[in-house]
């Protein structure tokens, strides 16, 4: 079992749709989750983290975190075609070393957003 | 402040040739990661340091890859006897340590990279 998966993608939504993004992980330790965007042939950039179970909001971004499930989601409302990049979930963990100090990356899922 | 900056952006070598990063991260920032990651994949955790300490580095990773951070600012990646599956872009990434030692919120700042290639 990988450490943290991600759904398969690529995903593709229509302009103005709710993009919906899923992500598992292994280690009941981990404490932290955070959701980074990667526009092709760039590095990931920070879209919001949530560490408490339940929603987190910040404008058209939404985060869920149900640790008992070890599952984290991410919603896009109102997606755009800007949107359209790979979405990385990350989870703070301590597999393979002795600390929670580093971030384990899924795959990735491509979204894109099509007018 | 500009960000986290790497230096080259891009190099091209021949196999078994030795290279070397450069990450300068936030200047705020102790805690320093290398990152790897290569086409369709996420970013593959290599080594972090907090301030001039490598605290912890990935089990998978070869003997021909060692990081510095020797005055706990800026830090290097070298590679010696590059092989063609060292191919990739290198991440380097800066944080500052959460106050919450269970981890907290680690919130990584990421570099443009550096992109390898070895022919």
């Known amino acids: 079992q990988k450490e943290v998966e991600q759904n398969s993608g690529p995903l593709s939504v229509p302009e103005g749709a709710i993009a919906s993004l899923n992500c598992t992980y292994s280690d009941r330790g981990s404490q932290s989750f955070f959701w980074y965007r990667q526009y092709s042939g760039k590095s990931p950039e920070l879209i919001m983290f949530?560490?408490?179970?339940g929603d987190k909001e910040d404008g058209r971004f939404t985060a869920q975190l149900n640790k008992a499930s070890q599952y984290v989601s991410l919603l896009i409302r109102d997606s755009q075609p800007s949107d359209s990049a790979t979405y990385l979930c990350?989870?703070?963990?301590?597999?393979?070393?002795?600390?929670?100090?580093?971030?384990?990356f899924g795959q990735g899922t491509i979204l894109t957003v099509h007018p | 402040d500009t960000g986290v900056s790497q230096n080259p952006r891009h190099k091209i070598t021949k196999r078994g040739q030795n290279v070397t990063f450069r990450c300068d991260p936030i200047s705020e920032h102790n805690r320093l990661y290398w990152y790897r990651q290569t086409l369709g994949q996420g970013p593959e955790f290599l080594t972090y340091?907090?301030?001039?300490?490598?605290?912890?580095k990935s089990r998978l990773l070869s003997d021909r890859f060692s990081a510095e951070r020797p005055k706990g600012s800026f830090s290097t990646l070298e590679i010696q006897r590059t092989e063609q599956g060292d191919s990739a872009m290198y991440l380097c990434?800066?944080?500052?340590?959460?106050?919450?030692?269970?981890?907290?919120?680690?919130?990584?700042?990421f570099g443009a990279g550096s992109r390898l290639t070895v022919l």
């Open positions: 949530i560490y408490s179970n």
């Open positions: 990434a800066s944080s500052l340590r959460p106050r919450d030692p269970s981890g907290g919120a680690n919130v990584l700042t």
């Open positions: 340091f907090q301030n001039e300490a490598q605290l912890e």
């Open positions: 990350a989870v703070n963990s301590n597999a393979g070393g002795t600390s929670y100090g580093k971030l384990t």
